[in-house]
């Protein structure tokens, strides 16, 4: 199965569990997921999002592969088949993955948005630590960052570093 295709079944699925039919009536209720398949074989990644997107950290250069623009569910606009990017990965690559509740957020010293050009600037200036430093450093960022505001979104972020155990094939 290609990242894609699941994503498409798995919209299937929520689709039908909220008796949505597509049509001009039906709730829009519906979720934005991310999916990754990494075969350590070929070192190849597939990507799949739907309403999201993931960052990867190679040679001090990130690259950000954008998913569909659309839920799992019935959308406003008429849905079509989810995209699978295909990546291949080299050692040490980092690979993000997020919600949008941390670059939602308000605060700063002038009470605005984190916003994606900041948050892309954040995770470069991490990559070189461990993922338990970079874990705290981001935490520590957000604190910071939201001062007294009251955090406005769910927020997940998980990063992976593709060291040695991944390029295995025993």
């Not at 519906?30 to 990867?56: K, T, V, W």
């Not at 019935?74 to 990965?89: G, Q």
């Not at 338990?132 to 505001?149: A, R, S």
């Not at 769910?154 to 992976?160: E, M, N, S």
């Amino acid at each position: 199965f290609l990242a894609g295709s699941i994503l498409n079944i798995l919209r299937e699925k929520v689709m039908k569990a909220l008796n949505q039919k597509g049509e001009d009536t039906d709730l829009k209720d519906g979720m934005d997921f991310s999916l990754c398949i990494f075969n350590s074989e070929n070192h190849e990644l597939q990507f799949s999002g739907a309403n999201h997107q993931l960052y990867i950290i190679s040679n001090n250069e990130l690259k950000s592969i954008k998913g569909d623009r659309m839920p799992i569910g019935v959308n406003a606009i008429e849905e079509s088949s989810f995209r699978t990017h295909k990546v291949k990965m080299n050692l040490h690559d980092k690979l993000y993955l997020f919600s949008d509740g941390y670059v939602d957020q308000f605060g700063g010293s002038n009470d605005r948005k984190f916003m994606y050009k900041r948050f892309r600037k954040m995770f470069l200036k991490n990559a070189s630590y461990k993922m338990e430093k970079q874990k705290k450093n981001i935490l520590l960022e957000f604190e910071t960052w939201k001062k007294d505001f009251p955090q406005v979104d769910d927020i997940i972020i998980t990063g992976i570093d593709f060291s040695e155990t991944m390029f295995s094939s025993g």
